[in-house]
C-alpha cells in the first residue's frame, strides 16, 4: 500500500470514528511540505500525522550495506525515515571511530522520472 491510499484509508477509518471531532489532511490543515498525512482533533487536542513510504532505491542500498555485516560500521541511518528529510534520499552510515559518510541520490533514474502518477 502507497502513501497515499494508505492516508486515504485512515481518513476514511478516522472520520467514521465517535471521538474525532474533527478529522482533515495536513494539506486541507495547511501543511503544504508534507503531502500524505492527517490532522486529527479528538477531545485532547489536536495531533498530525505524517505518513511517508519505503523508497525502494534507498531500502535497497541500506540493506546491501547492513548485510554486508562490515564491522567497522557502527549505524546506518536512512533518511527517509527522519522527520524532516527535505526531500533528500539516502543514508548516512557511521563508523566505529566516529567518521560518517553520506550517501545521497543525485539523480532519479529516467525511468522513474519518466513514470506519470496514477490515482489509487
Known amino acids: 500500500m502507497r502513501p497515499q491510499r494508505f492516508s486515504d484509508l485512515m481518513l476514511d477509518l478516522a472520520k467514521n470514528e465517535p471521538t474525532a471531532s474533527r478529522v482533515q489532511t495536513l494539506t486541507k490543515a495547511g501543511d503544504t511540505e508534507h503531502p500524505f498525512g492527517l490532522t486529527i482533533t479528538l477531545a485532547s487536542g489536536e495531533s498530525r500525522w505524517q505518513f511517508t513510504g519505503q523508497l525502494p532505491g534507498e531500502a535497497w542500498l541500506v540493506a546491501v ?56
Not at 534520499?89 to 567518521?99: I, P, R, S, W
Open 65 to 120: 550495506l547492513a548485510t554486508a555485516e562490515c564491522p567497522e560500521i557502527k549505524a546506518i541511518e536512512r533518511w527517509s525515515t527522519r522527520a524532516t528529510t527535505g526531500g533528500r534520499k539516502g543514508l548516512t552510515a557511521t563508523f566505529h571511530n566516529g567518521v560518517r559518510i553520506f550517501a545521497r541520490r543525485s539523480q532519479t533514474p529516467r525511468a522513474a522520472r519518466d513514470l506519470t502518477p496514477t490515482p489509487v
